[in-house]
């Protein structure tokens, strides 16, 4: 065989999965202009207590925020905002007045946001006054690290933490889409856990934020055998979250719920749930049918039919965005954050998420994946077998591309 033959066909390995993607970029972006939003149905669940901690799980954006900017305006010393995204609109316009107000009342106040997910909020939105303490991170700062694959990531972080004393920790982002139109997970803490996530964000914003203004205010930390604080570090090559995954469903007896945005398991993360499926757990695994990036949707849609030959239940989100990063297992642990199961998440971006140990909590979140369920559609062997042809080819010929995601 010539060189030039082994080129071409080359060539056509790596250009067919780039041409399928582009096609469906395309055809995703034709879909979403027309596709009107319908609602969907979520929960109002109590605050229980969890060890000396009062916990709440919110699953609708609206009700979140207004949550949030009532703990920003009982601060009386610190806010620490972490945001992927932190939008110019009605929503983060609302944010950002609240924030500087409490920066002028003398409350010291530290905002985290990511360079590459806010690249196309306006610049004039990114100004705040001096009172306010802001880093827009990104992980690519010197020419070296352009050869340093760790630095490929980005800070998918949310979190905000209120005196040490009150955090939010979950799956949204700030803005007027994902008040109304995402479905969404997100957990306040309010107790001694909550500075564990003070901890985290003060630790982020020392090691890479401005020295002329480190933060040096503590709040004591507790050993708390039921809620658990874990972040992932790719410069550090730390990635507890995807263990503790593998660790909780390495242990489950009973049944598994599983919500994820973005369904790209490592083969160690999905050997974990197939081997539970095998020895007689109910392994169920909720998905958007269409999210906010297409080519993950194909990526993922690879995985459904080992799935279904595993004897896992796979479940598509219709109407809305479902974009919830939450698992419980056996009516006993959770874990709510903002890690996706892809390998952007397990092995790369910044991430964090809480473990917690309790059955209240557990059976809240079992009643919100029924609700969620409402909205969704079993996929099942027969419905998978009869897709077209056309899609059968395309998850093929994309599957490459999952090693990127």
């Known amino acids: 065989m010539s060189w030039s033959l082994i080129l071409a066909v080359a060539l056509v390995i790596i250009a067919a999965p780039v041409l399928t993607a582009v096609i469906l970029i395309i055809s995703a972006t034709l879909r979403k202009r027309r596709k009107p939003i319908q609602g969907f149905p979520y929960l109002r669940l109590d605050e229980l207590q969890v060890s000396d901690n009062g916990v709440r799980v919110y699953s609708h954006g609206r009700e979140l925020y207004d949550a949030m900017i009532a703990a920003i305006e009982y601060a009386k010393e610190s806010i620490y905002l972490e945001s992927f995204i932190f939008k110019g609109d009605a929503v983060g316009s609302d944010f950002k007045k609240h924030l500087i107000a409490k920066a002028e009342q003398g409350v010291a106040v530290y905002i985290i946001y990511d360079g590459f997910g806010n690249l196309v909020v306006p610049r004039r939105f990114k100004r705040f006054p001096k009172s306010v303490h802001t880093l827009k991170y990104y992980s690519i700062r010197r020419p070296w690290h352009l050869l340093d694959p760790r630095r490929y990531v980005v800070n998918h972080r949310k979190l905000l933490v209120i005196d040490g004393h009150i955090a939010f920790i979950g799956g949204y982002n700030i803005g007027s889409l994902y008040a109304t139109d995402w479905r969404d997970t997100h957990l306040r803490i309010r107790g001694p856990a909550a500075a564990d996530l003070a901890f985290s964000f003060a630790s982020f914003w020392n090691h890479r934020g401005p020295r002329s203004s480190p933060i040096t205010r503590h709040y004591p930390r507790h050993f708390d055998s039921q809620v658990e604080i874990w972040t992932t570090d790719a410069v550090r090559l730390s990635f507890p979250i995807r263990n503790m995954y593998i660790k909780a469903i390495e242990r489950a ?153």
């Not at 993950?296 to 039919?305: E, H, P, S």
Request: hydrophobic content about 40%; proline content about 3%.
């Open 253 to 405: 007896e009973k049944r598994i719920m599983l919500t994820n945005a973005y369904f790209v398991p490592d083969r160690n993360l999905f050997n974990a749930l197939r081997a539970a499926a095998k020895r007689g757990v109910r392994v169920e695994v909720l998905v958007p049918w269409t999210s906010n990036h297409v080519i993950v949707d194909w990526l993922a849609r690879g995985y459904f039919g080992r799935c279904l030959r595993a004897g896992i239940s796979v479940y598509g989100y219709k109407k809305a965005m479902i974009h919830a990063k939450t698992c419980t297992i056996d009516g006993q642990w959770s874990t709510i954050g903002t890690a996706n199961l892809d390998r952007l998440s397990s092995v790369g971006n910044y991430e964090i998420n809480a473990e917690v140990y309790s059955a209240g909590l557990a059976q809240q979140m079992e009643d919100l994946f029924a609700c969620d369920k409402t909205n969704s559609f079993e996929i099942t062997p027969e419905f998978w077998k009869a897709r077209p042809w056309y899609a059968k080819l395309g998850e093929t010929i994309i599957q490459p591309l999952r090693f990127l995601v």
